[in-house]
């Protein structure tokens, strides 16, 4: 999913970024909020950012596509943290992941926000939320956000290297291409992912439901669901 650096045209990685620093700028007023109504939030966060840049720190080149494939872990954050934390921890984990490990880029660095930060934390944040009122049960509500998530980034990361490479060609071919480059990798991956994010969600669910109340993950009515 990282774009890599120079991918981008200028105008098109400008473009991203200005996207992606209101969902930034609105993920450092909710930690700055949460924070003061209760300082044990702010470990949390840093364990889930180390957990986002663990898990999508393990790339699989797409060459035909000048980026990677990785699960992403914006699914499970976006879950325990909400998606506005959620694009906070992805921009940082990005952002030294870009600068120390060459994985992405620093132009490419709104991009790659958008898709995995923005995209991904919100498509695995309300999956789960609707699935929730819908009484699916925590393991297969958790699967599909995590699964949804990590495909959702990859469409969002189709759509930015066909709009940026494109030159004079049509959109939609190249769009489906570099989509399609993705799924013999990503289509497995996002699976993965969707275990991972159960397995997870479902381990805290048995084993300390408080502290989904706490993160209001849950409601407390729903905890004996």
């Known amino acids: 999913m990282h774009i890599s650096e120079g991918i981008l045209p200028l105008n098109w990685a400008l473009l991203w970024s200005l996207v992606a620093i209101p969902f930034v700028a609105w993920g450092l007023y909710e930690l700055k909020k949460l924070s003061a109504d209760d300082p044990s939030f702010k470990p949390l966060v840093g364990l889930m950012t180390a957990v986002v840049f663990i898990i999508s720190c393990m790339p699989i080149p797409v ?3 000048g980026t990677c494939s990785h699960p992403c872990g914006t699914g499970i954050a ?20 870009a600068l120390f490990l060459a994985h992405g880029g620093l132009s490419t660095w709104g991009a790659d926000i958008v ?12 999956t789960f939320k609707t699935l929730r009122v819908f009484r699916v049960n925590m ?10 998530a990590d495909w959702a980034t990859y469409l ?3 759509v930015e290297l066909a709009s940026g490479i494109k030159g004079d060609s049509a959109f ?3 769009f489906w291409k570099i989509a399609i480059a993705f799924v013999p990798t990503q289509l497995p991956l996002g ?5 991972m994010t159960a397995g997870m969600v479902t381990l805290l669910y048995k084993k300390r439901p408080d502290l989904l109340v706490k993160m ?5 009515e729903e905890v004996a669901i």
């Open 78 to 97: 976006g879950i325990l943290v909400g998606p506005a934390i959620s694009i906070l921890i992805t921009a940082v984990a990005l952002f030294i992941q």
């Open 191 to 195: 699976i993965l992912e969707g275990a």
């Open 139 to 148: 393991a297969v509500s958790a699967f599909m956000a995590g699964l949804l």
């Open 172 to 174: 939609m071919p190249l």
């Open 63 to 65: 060459p035909t596509a």
């Open 115 to 126: 898709s995995m930060g923005v995209m991904g934390s919100f498509a695995g944040f309300f």
């Open 156 to 158: 969002t990361t189709s």
């Open 216 to 220: 209001r993950v849950l409601k407390p």
